[in-house]
């Protein structure tokens, strides 16, 4: 019932003003983001993965194709039907916040990534309008105020147990939170000024993590020493050519 509700509030002029930073925020981190296989938890009407060039991506969603949800998987984020290590990027958009147990989740996370591979987490900032708004309202109950808000500052401290490495994050939504179109139009100028004076206090924040496997290091191709073994084997076929063709 409450996702439903947070789907609905989606819709409204609010919403929409939320779901705007959210997607252009995705899109603009997802395109750098590589591997093999891509999924986003929860909020399959959200397009987070739109710019991501992996060949398989796709959406895993509690309530499968009810509720006009376009989810390829119906699972819960608690119990993940994915192999240990089989995924390059989990995404999260508001998830952790409405969650019986946030913490199972982002165990899930863990065990379903690959080594360096990268979780993208969305929610709402406690420590800004938006959270203070939902301290003073009095319909706390509604969407998208009766959510578990989680700071940023816990959320790393959570990652950090769990060997998720933060890389960077970011906040958006600096206006208060209005209902009408006209209002939040007028306090466009929030955004830039939000960025440059108080950039921790925006309502919306996106976290970004990196699962570490310690002692684990990528190998890569060494091309400086190919290339040289290249080169010397040039140089010995120059100087010696009649010798090179009778060795063989």
């Not at 952790?96 to 989740?105: A, I």
């Not at 420590?127 to 940023?152: D, K, Q």
């Not at 990528?218 to 073994?229: D, Q, V």
């Not at 010995?236 to 050519?241: G, K, S």
Request: hydrophobic content about 40%; glycine content about 6%.
């Amino acid at each position: 019932m409450a996702k439903t509700a947070f789907i609905e509030w989606l819709e409204t002029e609010q919403g929409q003003y939320v779901r705007h930073w959210v997607e252009s925020r995705h899109d603009q981190l997802v395109t750098d983001i590589f591997g093999f296989n891509a999924v986003q938890i929860g909020l399959p009407q959200l397009e987070l993965l739109r710019a991501n060039r992996m060949p398989f991506r796709f959406h895993c969603d509690e309530n499968g194709s009810d509720q006009k949800s376009d989810a390829q998987v119906t699972a819960s984020p608690l119990e993940l039907p994915f192999a240990t290590s089989s995924l390059d990027l989990v995404v999260l958009p508001h998830v952790l916040e409405f969650s019986d147990d946030p913490h199972q989740v982002l165990r899930e996370v863990e065990r379903v990534l690959v080594p360096e591979g990268s979780v993208l987490i969305t929610g709402f900032n406690p420590f800004s309008l938006w959270g203070i708004h939902r301290r003073l309202t009095r319909h706390s109950h509604e969407a998208p105020w009766r959510g578990r808000y989680i700071s940023v500052l816990r959320l790393k401290d959570w990652c950090k147990l769990l060997g998720l490495e933060t890389q960077m994050g970011c906040f958006g939504c600096y206006a208060p939170a209005l209902r009408q179109k006209k209002w939040l139009r007028r306090w466009r100028f929030m955004e830039p000024a939000g960025d440059r004076w108080w950039p921790f206090a925006g309502g919306v924040y996106m976290l970004q993590a990196v699962k570490r496997v310690h002692g684990m290091r990528l190998i890569t191709p060494n091309w400086k020493e190919n290339r040289t073994a290249k080169s010397l084997a040039t140089v010995i076929q120059q100087r010696h050519p009649q010798r090179t063709s009778n060795e063989r």
